[in-house]
């Protein structure tokens, strides 16, 4: 389906944009998961323009979430959000979607977003939590516990790029939970 609607109970009323990708395997997958990191914190955290402007008119109260999920037979990527004017969010969301698609990655963004994100990820490595984790995920990626430490050292701005032009229309879904 190209579109969903539900009426449940819920605080917020709720958005959802999945896309569904071409599954990967093993260090794909990973690198995949890093470069949607980097994609939330480049284009949709709370120091962005989008989110700016969209909080200051009043449709964002909170942040837009990117969830990646893939095994060896699915993936998908989900931009979440809640608000009281999902129509106005969907539309914002959807147009900022395909212009960040066609627009040129910031270069020195994309650099200190990519610092950013090895020093946290080298930090974390300290925390025996994180090390469970990380050994939980190369597991389950058939990858080694440091392998994305690697993967995003080697990420380029071709990667972002490209893994926007895999958010085709035809392969979207949009799912809106109003308060019923």
Do not use: C, W
Request: proline share 1%; net charge negative.
């Amino acid at each position: 389906k190209e579109r969903i609607t539900e009426k449940m109970e819920v605080f917020m009323p709720q958005i959802g944009i999945g896309y569904k990708l071409i599954p990967l395997t093993g260090s794909g997958i990973v690198k995949r998961a890093m470069i949607t990191d980097m994609i939330a914190d480049m284009y949709f955290s709370r120091m962005t323009d989008f989110f700016q402007e969209e909080y200051e008119k009043g449709i964002l109260k909170d942040k837009i979430f990117l969830s990646y999920e893939a095994e060896d037979t699915f993936a998908h990527l989900i931009f979440s959000a809640e608000s009281l004017a999902l129509e106005v969010l969907e539309k914002d969301l959807l147009a900022y979607i395909e212009q960040i698609k066609t627009k040129k990655v910031d270069e020195n963004l994309f650099e200190q977003i990519k610092h950013h994100k090895l020093g946290s990820m080298i930090l974390s490595s300290d925390a025996i939590s994180n090390s469970y984790r990380r050994m939980i995920d190369a597991i389950l990626t058939n990858t080694n516990v440091y392998e994305d430490i690697e993967i995003v050292k080697n990420l380029t701005v071709e990667d972002i790029s490209n893994f926007l032009n895999e958010l085709e229309e035809d392969k979207r879904v949009v799912s809106i939970i109003n308060n019923g």
